[in-house]
């Protein structure tokens, strides 16, 4: 199982600054945020203070390696990177939706390994929420992540792209809304698995 990826929930709050870290390293080198002096990058921190957040780190080989959040919401125009796209939205979001949005995906580690982590985290975080009895999920990510969310979430309804100008940095972001189901996190996870078993046939 060392080859295996293993996701907890944070429990202490002083973990955060190994979130931080790990943000700030992965950001700075897809080149989504500059470099700072800190060595740790927030993006919101008031999410990280409310109370029905949940944050999930990734480990692989016993060291984090990934992470990714998810906030539920009482209303649109508190979604991560919502505020770009507010007219689409309020024509998708409705009244009583069971809304949150997942947000602060971040991996490192080999193309291979980081697409494992990142289904991991994914998967992870579809099935608490769904479990809590969310199903609207929202989410912002940038261009170069277009083709892998449209194969892993065919059904869901995509926005833009829009730019966003962030400590310097330019990026184009798309804006996603899908229904979470049983059946959809555990698709993410027979995928992860397969991945999983391919390394280890590599290894052996």
Known sequence: MDNHVEVHPLTAKDD????????????????????????????????????????????????????????????SKEFYNGELFQPEIKELYQAGDLAFSCWRLATQGSQRHQLILSLRLIQRCHEIAWRKGLTDCYFSFIKPHLNFYQKIFPNSTILGPKRKTSNGIQAELYFMKYVVEEACYQKIRSLADYLERQVDNRAS
């Open 16 to 75: 955060l600054e190994k979130v931080y870290r790990l943000v700030h390293d992965t950001f700075v080198a897809q080149k989504m945020a500059r470099n700072h002096p800190s060595g740790q990058l927030a993006q919101y921190p008031r999410y990280d203070l409310q109370e029905d957040s949940v944050i999930l780190l990734a480990y692989f080989k016993g060291v984090l390696a990934g992470t990714i959040s998810f906030t539920p919401h009482q209303n």
